[in-house]
């Protein structure tokens, strides 16, 4: 009788990724006997504790890197540009390397704390919502005090309100018309364009340049106010829109506020989106709630943050009637709608001194076209095609600019009149979708205004989030590799060249490798991911 045939054995590959997990596994058993890591590495996978002092770790690392290669102004005013404390981490080429790997390493440990919470916020007894709101502050506590990452906007801010301080217009002067703008840390790619901030965060923006005397640290840390009140403001409205439609408030929750990619560029950035985007959510929870007037309200001060959101108003007015209502009943709640924003714009037109200068600001963004955006590198490319045949670059480029707004707004009049009309929440995520793509503009942190809206219309399949997770971890990536602040005397290149090999070398383990992770993005067939678990 001959011997039963031996399985076949797992290829190559396959035994090394299984011997990589168990060890990794093994590894992380032992280390959660040692007290100090206990928290780290060990614990039951029906702990969220671990996966938030995890991230926890992240965060003061991503703390530690800002204060080597985060964004600071050189300016006389600035109180730290020079400080010694810091000199070792900007100046030496060691503490450089290290912040770059602190920065890099902590974003992605924070976003892999973002998934395993996920997976253990379901813990029996405990309470999804309150388990993800506790990590979003736990987590950001720490970059209250880091130096902006991922961007040096927080600077425009204050140059524009240095701006208006200076009796100028935003909407019509330039930062680069003020001396010394460079050295206060504005970036050059918006220095001779016009403000896309509505005259509500102007004012403030004057307020804050007042207040701090132009001291930029000062000013950072009133404009990192603006920003938390926006996750506040975003980590509620979307809590209380989901039970208000009957829905699950954990998983919008978790998708939308504790994405790192939101924590890390509205907090560590210092961005006002948070709070755009939060009196929007507001907005139309109020109407919802049959507040339709404070409804308006809440929206139109997101409009006077910025303007852009200016393109949900026909979708507020539709939450407001019934899906199959006649265009007459339609109309009626736009002119009512409108009217009352229009009051309210004209009101802090009036208070700010700008009136509607924001309108043709609006209309004329792009004249810094961004290369990350479709649209402005084909307005560019056909801009240069256009000039080698004596045209004007500039000219034929905005036509092309021109041309896709109008077709974004005309997505925007679809969607409104339409019947039936759609779900007004998530139409409204689909206008600013069609903005944001068909823009000259895309920057990264731009994702973030869409998600809140289709997490709270709807689920979608295990695949499409597994992109979601893919495109915020490259967006993440590019941000930090993009937007790194290093001093003119080491090489750029070979600093960034560093940061996306580590980084992208820690976003392949979490993808592919790693025992707790890799299932969540279907490396690991054994162990599929269900839709909401």
């Known amino acids: 009788m001959s011997p039963a045939p031996r399985p076949a054995s797992p290829p190559a590959p396959g035994r090394r990724f299984v011997r990589a997990t168990r060890a990794l596994e093994t590894l992380r058993q032992r280390s959660s006997r040692v007290p ?69 390493l902590g974003s992605m440990l ?7 919470l996920r997976q253990r916020a379901q813990a029996d007894g405990a309470n999804p919502v309150a388990v993800i709101s506790k990590s979003i502050w736990v987590w950001s506590i720490p970059l209250l005090f880091s130096f902006p990452i991922l961007s040096k906007d927080v600077y425009s801010y204050l140059g524009q309100g240095r701006l208006m301080h200076a009796g100028l217009s935003p909407y019509t002067d330039w930062v680069s018309q003020l001396p010394g703008w460079f050295a206060q840390g504005s970036d050059s790619l918006w220095a001779e364009s016009t403000s896309p901030y509505g005259p509500l965060f102007l004012m403030y923006a004057r307020f804050v340049y007042f207040v701090s005397g132009g001291v930029p640290e000062y000013g950072v840390a009133l404009m990192r106010l603006v920003a938390v009140a926006g996750v506040a403001l975003c980590a509620w409205a979307v809590v209380a829109l989901a039970r208000a439609t009957g829905r699950d408030a954990a998983w919008p929750l978790w998708i939308s506020v504790a994405n790192p990619l939101f924590l890390l560029n509205m907090v ?15 907005g139309f929870l109020l109407v919802l ?43 009626r709640a736009w002119a009512y709608t409108g009217s009352v924003a229009g009051s309210v714009m004209a009101l802090l037109g009036w208070a700010s001194g700008l009136w509607f200068g924001w309108i043709p600001a609006m209309a004329g963004a792009g004249s810094a ?79 973030l205004w869409l998600i809140p809206f289709f997490a709270l219309s709807r689920r979608y399949p295990v695949n499409w989030e597994r992109a979601l997770y893919i495109l915020c971890l490259l967006v993440l990536l590019s941000g930090v590799v993009d937007q790194l602040s290093i001093g003119q005397w080491f090489s750029l290149l070979a600093v960034r060249l560093f940061a996306a090999a580590t980084t992208l070398a820690y976003m392949a383990y979490l993808v592919f490798i790693d025992p707790k992770t890799a299932a969540i993005f279907g490396a690991d067939r054994r162990r599929p991911l269900r839709a909401g678990q």
């Open 36 to 104: 100090g890591l206990r928290h780290l590495t060990g614990g039951g996978e029906n702990s969220p504790d671990i996966a938030i002092a995890q991230g926890l770790l992240a965060s003061i690392m991503v703390m530690v890197g800002s204060w080597g290669v985060g964004w600071i102004p050189s300016s006389q005013e600035s109180l730290l540009a020079r400080a010694k404390v810091l000199l070792p981490l900007r100046v030496e080429m060691l503490g450089v390397i290290i912040c770059t790997l602190l920065l890099g």
């Open 110 to 116: 924070l976003f892999r704390a973002w998934l395993r």
């Open 268 to 282: 560590g950035g210092v961005h006002n989106d948070g709070l755009m985007i939060g009196g929007v959510l507001l």
């Open 289 to 331: 709630r049959k507040r339709h007037l404070a409804g308006i309200l809440a929206a139109s001060a997101a409009i006077a943050i910025k303007p852009i959101v200016v393109l949900v108003l026909p979708f507020l007015g539709l939450a407001m009637v019934a899906a199959n209502a006649p265009l007459v009943t339609k109309v």
């Open 369 to 447: 076209a961004f290369p990350y955006a479709p649209v402005g590198l084909l307005g560019m490319l056909v801009g240069w095609i256009g000039s080698l045949a004596g045209g004007d670059l500039q000219f034929i480029a905005g036509i092309v600019f021109t041309v896709f707004r109008m077709a974004s707004l005309a997505i925007v009049f679809w969607l409104a009149i339409r019947r039936p009309a759609g779900p007004p929440l998530l139409y409204a995520g689909y206008s600013l979708g069609a903005a944001v793509v068909l823009a000259p503009i895309i920057q990264p942190w731009y994702l």
